[in-house]
């Protein structure tokens, strides 16, 4: 099993940043890929974004295109999202989640990631 621990949220003003960690831990070399997603209040998960473990393809939903960027730190086994540029609409709970493995638009759908986090509340306020 992979075990997945968020941190990094918090209450930010419109138009401000913060950085969400997902660290990693337990079989990790079954990983394939790593992605965020996340649920607002009243709505379905949705994808934010994901990148392949070793680095060299990244996927963004459109929202979010310009202003968050996906990351990872091979050695400490953690991925990354820095997010700027926040807006009411970012609100919501961030979950981290492992694949071992997507392709291409599959990348984009939760159902095919293996295992979760517990999520991150992050709400930005207008």
């Known amino acids: 099993q992979v075990q997945l621990v968020e941190s990094g949220g918090g209450l930010v003003q419109a138009g401000g940043s913060l950085r969400l960690s997902c660290a990693a831990s337990?079989?990790?070399?079954?990983?394939?890929?790593m992605g965020w997603f996340r649920q607002a209040p009243g709505k379905e998960r949705e994808f934010v974004a994901a990148?392949?473990?070793?680095?060299?393809?990244?996927d963004y939903a459109d929202s979010v295109k310009g202003r968050f960027t996906i990351s990872r730190d091979n050695a400490k086994i953690t991925v990354y999202l820095q997010m700027n540029s926040l807006k009411p609409e970012d609100t919501g709970v961030y979950y981290c989640?492992?694949?071992?493995?997507?392709?291409?638009?599959?990348?984009?759908?939760?159902?095919?990631?293996?295992?979760w986090g517990q999520g991150t509340q992050v709400t930005v306020s207008s």
């Open positions: 989640a492992s694949a071992t493995y997507c392709s291409g638009y599959g990348c984009y759908q939760d159902n095919n990631y293996n295992y």
């Open positions: 990148v392949n473990w070793s680095g060299t393809s990244t």
């Open positions: 337990g079989r990790t070399f079954t990983i394939y890929a």
